[in-house]
């Protein structure tokens, strides 16, 4: 919301590519979809970025590919991304957050063998 209380100028936000995709069914997609039209039908805009990749197994040439998205964000802007995308690419996700109004829409959290299990203890909120 703004100081005057309608919706901000505009809503970025990073989806992965092909949400729309009959063919990859996800309900993380749906309920994506879902929410960012509700939002537009509230008089938000909403300016989706989707990122190529194999998420949540991104490799390094993804991540390259998301940080180039968040870099075309004007400064200062609000950023809904995806958990699905969030939680492979805390390196690029970390430096953004310095400039941008970052949320991470998290879905369901589920680390596997091998993945993170959660934040840094340092970025973690409390005593």
């Known amino acids: 919301m703004t100081a005057t209380g309608g919706p901000p100028a505009t809503l970025h936000v990073v989806v992965p590519e092909g949400i729309d995709d009959p063919t990859r069914p996800s309900g993380g997609n749906v309920y994506d979809r879902r929410l960012l039209d509700g939002l537009r039908t509230r008089g938000w805009r909403v300016r989706e970025h989707a990122v190529p990749g194999a998420w949540p197994r991104a490799d390094q040439r993804?991540?390259?590919?998301?940080?180039?998205?968040?870099?075309?964000?004007?400064?200062?802007?609000?950023?809904?991304?995806?958990?699905?995308?969030?939680?492979?690419?805390?390196?690029?996700?970390?430096?953004?957050?310095?400039?941008?109004?970052?949320?991470?829409?998290?879905?369901?959290?589920?680390p596997g063998p091998g993945r993170r299990r959660g934040l840094p203890r340092r970025a973690r909120p409390g005593p």
């Open 62 to 110: 993804d991540r390259a590919r998301m940080a180039e998205v968040l870099g075309s964000v004007p400064d200062g802007s609000l950023l809904l991304v995806d958990g699905l995308v969030a939680a492979d690419a805390p390196e690029v996700l970390v430096p953004a957050a310095a400039r941008l109004r970052l949320v991470v829409l998290l879905h369901m959290p589920a």
